[in-house]
């Protein structure tokens, strides 16, 4: 039988789901957004000391504040974010991290549609093309 410590020390390295992560608001630059997801927390957009004003306004749509919009990861260049739930209603933003202005969004409707255009000017209805647009390889 295992002991109690061991048991403790396997939650402890359980990632926590996506969408019961706690929020992060301790200021952060781009350049110290991590490349890949946090699987213990979320990054708050208002956290972000550069965010531009899209990005904090992402979730108005849904009703979702700047607090409890997340840094996902980054694709590439790209830094991603998203206000909503995983599985949607939810919008992302994906932001050029050399050129903070550049920026294309993707939507995942209530009725489990999907949308957005990708940095080539392609629409995408699935959310993995529009990751590979942003990675250049459509």
Same mark, same amino acid.
């Given at each position: 039988?295992p002991?109690l ?5 396997v939650?402890a390295?359980?990632a926590?789901?996506? =969408? =019961?992560r706690?929020f992060d608001?301790t200021?952060?630059e ?6 890949t997801?946090?699987?213990d ?13 899209e990005?904090?306004a992402l979730?108005e749509p849904?009703?979702?504040?700047a607090e ?6 980054r ?13 949607g209603?939810a ?12 920026m294309?969004t993707?939507?995942?409707e209530?009725?489990g549609?999907?949308?957005?255009i990708?940095?080539t000017?392609v629409?995408?209805d699935?959310?993995?093309s529009?990751?590979? =647009?942003?990675l250049?390889?459509?």
């Amino acid at each position: 039988m295992p002991s109690l410590s061991s048991l403790v020390y396997v939650d402890a390295m359980r990632a926590i789901k996506v =969408d =019961d992560r706690p929020f992060d608001f301790t200021p952060i630059e781009t350049s110290d957004l991590p490349a890949t997801p946090t699987r213990d927390r979320n990054i708050a957009a208002s956290a972000w000391v550069e965010a531009p004003a899209e990005l904090l306004a992402l979730g108005e749509p849904l009703g979702i504040t700047a607090e409890a919009t997340a840094f996902k990861r980054r694709i590439g260049e790209w830094l991603l974010w998203r206000a909503g739930p995983a599985r949607g209603p939810a919008r992302y933003l994906a932001i050029d991290s050399r050129d903070l202005t550049q920026m294309h969004t993707f939507t995942l409707e209530a009725d489990g549609s999907h949308h957005g255009i990708g940095p080539t000017g392609v629409a995408h209805d699935r959310f993995r093309s529009f990751k590979e =647009d942003l990675l250049g390889r459509t």
